[in-house]
C-alpha cells in the first residue's frame, strides 16, 4: 500500500472548514485578491493570450469561467487560460524551502472546478488551505530541482488533494486521483534552464490542468498506477532520488489537524523571480548614496546557493533576452533597479533588454558569489548583501533578509489593495478594483464566484 497516497486521502477527508483557524481564512482570503491582481496583471502578455484563444476553443456552457472574458470553457482549459495569466509575470506568491513553489498556482483549478460544481465559498476556502499544506509540505521534505524535476510537480500534487476535498471524493478515488495526475505527468527542470521561454509561465497552470483532469477521471471511476508516489518506478524513486521519507512524511500529513502554512508562504511586492526581492531593497537603499553611477568602480552581490544557481549560473542571466530570463536575472535586476531607482513591468520591455549601457554594466562592473554568512541565513530569510565600491574608495553595503512580504514581514490589507490597484490600474475601472476588493476580503460572506468574475470583466468577446 502507497502509505503516503493513503495520508494524502485521508487527509483530505478529514478537514473541513470549521478546522481552519481564522487567520488561515483571513490568508485564503488576501491570497485570492493578490492572486486575481497577478492574473489581470498578465492578462495581455503573448503567451497568456494563446492560453486563452487555446482555451476558448472549448466551450462549455456548465465549465468554468476564462476570467476576464463572459465565456465558460470546460475546467481543465480554464485552469491554464487563468492559471497562466497568473503566473505569467512571476508575482504571485512563493515559498522556498528544500524546493521552491509558488503555492497560489493551486487557486485557478479550485476557483474552476468550485464554479462548475457550484461548491460553497467554505469548501473553496478549506481546499485552498489544503493544497497550501500540501504543497508546503512537500517542498519541505525532499528536493525535485535537484534531481531534474520541476517544482510544478508539487502543483499537481497539491491541487490533486484539495480538488478531492472540493469534490468529496473517497479515499479510493482520492488515492487513483493522485496517482493518474502523477504518473503520466512529470515536469522537467528544463522549462528554467538557460534562455527561458515562454513556457515557464504556462508550466504551473499545465501541472493543474492536469490535476484536474486526474480528479475527474478518479471521480468518473478509472484506477490509477499501483503505489504511484512509493513504487519502485515512482515518484519518490525517479523524481526525489528516494530522498523522500514515507513514514515521517505520512506521520506529519496524518498528525494535521489545522491546516496553516499558508500564513508561512510570501506576497511579492515586485514582478520578479522571488529571491531578488531582498536584492532590490538592498540596492534601492544603497541608491540614496549614489549621486553618479559613473562613479561606481565594482557591484559585488553576495547571496545564497540556491539564489545563485537560479538566477545567476547560467551565462544567459548575465545579458537576458527575454523578459522570462531577466526576471530571473540577478545582476541585471541589481543594476537596473540602481539606473531607474524602481523595478516594474517596464523593467523588462524588449527597449529596456537591449539597453547597451546597462548589458555593459552587467559584463564589466557586478560580480555575484555565495558566502557562508548568506548561505547560513536561508531558509529562514532569503538574505541578499549588496555591496558598492566606488572610485574614490568608498564602499557601502546594505544587507536584506526578509523583504516586504515575508512571512516574518507581511504585507498589511492595506498593501496588499495598494498592490492590487497598482498593477491593475488602466484595466480594472476603480469601481471595479473596489468590487473585487469588497467582494474577496469578505469572501466566506457571499454565496457565489458569479459577481467577482463579473467585475472582472476585460473584454466582452474573444476573436479566435
Known amino acids: 500500500m502507497d502509505i503516503i497516497s493513503q495520508s494524502l486521502a485521508n487527509f483530505s477527508r478529514r478537514i473541513s472548514y470549521s478546522s481552519l483557524h481564522p487567520n488561515v481564512i483571513l490568508e485564503v482570503n488576501r491570497r485570492i485578491l493578490d492572486t486575481l491582481g497577478c492574473l489581470v496583471a498578465g492578462y495581455d502578455s503573448h503567451a497568456s493570450s494563446v492560453a486563452r484563444k487555446f482555451s476558448l ?97 508539487y502543483i499537481t500534487l497539491a491541487t490533486v488533494v484539495g480538488a478531492s476535498h472540493l469534490l468529496e471524493l473517497t479515499e479510493r478515488e482520492t488515492v487513483n486521483a493522485i496517482a493518474l495526475a502523477i504518473v503520466p505527468h512529470a515536469a522537467m527542470r528544463q522549462t528554467r534552464n538557460g534562455e527561458i521561454s515562454e513556457w515557464k509561465g504556462i508550466a504551473a497552470a499545465n501541472a493543474a490542468k492536469n490535476a484536474v483532469f486526474a480528479v475527474k477521471l478518479a471521480k468518473s471511476g478509472m484506477s490509477g498506477p499501483f503505489e504511484a508516489l512509493q513504487g519502485s518506478m515512482g515518484m519518490n524513486a525517479l523524481l526525489l532520488n528516494s530522498k523522500l521519507s514515507i513514514e515521517e512524511v505520512a506521520d506529519m500529513i496524518n498528525s494535521i489537524d489545522s491546516p496553516n502554512a499558508i500564513t508561512r508562504t510570501y506576497i511579492k511586492n515586485w514582478a520578479v523571480e522571488y529571491m531578488t526581492q531582498s536584492a532590490i531593497e538592498a540596492t534601492l537603499k544603497i541608491r540614496e548614496h549614489v549621486s553618479s553611477l559613473n562613479d561606481i568602480e565594482k557591484i559585488e552581490i553576495e547571496t545564497f546557493q540556491l539564489a545563485y544557481d537560479v538566477l545567476a549560473k547560467d551565462t544567459q542571466k548575465w545579458n537576458p533576452k527575454t523578459r522570462e530570463t531577466a526576471d530571473h536575472s540577478l545582476p541585471y535586476i541589481v543594476v537596473v533597479a540602481l539606473e531607474d531607482g524602481k ?7 524588449d527597449e529596456r533588454l537591449k539597453n547597451e549601457q546597462t548589458l555593459e554594466r552587467i559584463k564589466n562592473i557586478v560580480t555575484v558569489r555565495v558566502t557562508e554568512e548568506m548561505e547560513n541565513g536561508y531558509p529562514a530569510g532569503n538574505p541578499n548583501k549588496i555591496t558598492i565600491q566606488f572610485k574614490n574608495g568608498l564602499v557601502v553595503s546594505e544587507m536584506v533578509s526578509k523583504p516586504l512580504g515575508h512571512s516574518s514581514n507581511p504585507m498589511s490589507n492595506e498593501q496588499i489593495i495598494e498592490k492590487f490597484n497598482r498593477i491593475t490600474q488602466g484595466k480594472l475601472t476603480e469601481t471595479q478594483q473596489k468590487r473585487v476588493v469588497d467582494f474577496v476580503l469578505n469572501f466566506q460572506n457571499q454565496s457565489s464566484l458569479h459577481e467577482v468574475f463579473n467585475a472582472l470583466l476585460l473584454q466582452q468577446e474573444v476573436t479566435l
Do not use: M
Open 343 to 349: 523595478i516594474d513591468l517596464n523593467t523588462f520591455s
Open 57 to 153: 476553443q472549448y466551450p462549455d456552457p456548465n465549465g468554468a469561467t476564462v476570467i476576464g472574458t463572459n465565456q465558460k470553457v470546460i475546467s481543465e482549459y480554464a485552469t491554464l487560460a487563468n492559471g497562466g495569466a497568473i503566473r505569467y509575470l512571476d508575482f504571485n506568491d512563493t515559498y522556498l524551502s528544500i524546493e521552491p513553489l509558488h503555492p497560489s498556482d493551486v487557486i485557478a483549478p479550485l476557483l474552476a472546478l468550485s464554479e462548475q460544481y457550484d461548491i460553497s465559498i467554505e469548501k473553496l476556502t478549506t481546499s485552498i488551505a489544503i493544497s497550501y499544506e500540501i504543497g508546503v509540505l512537500f517542498c519541505d521534505a525532499a528536493s525535485l530541482k535537484k534531481n531534474g524535476w520541476d517544482h510544478v510537480n
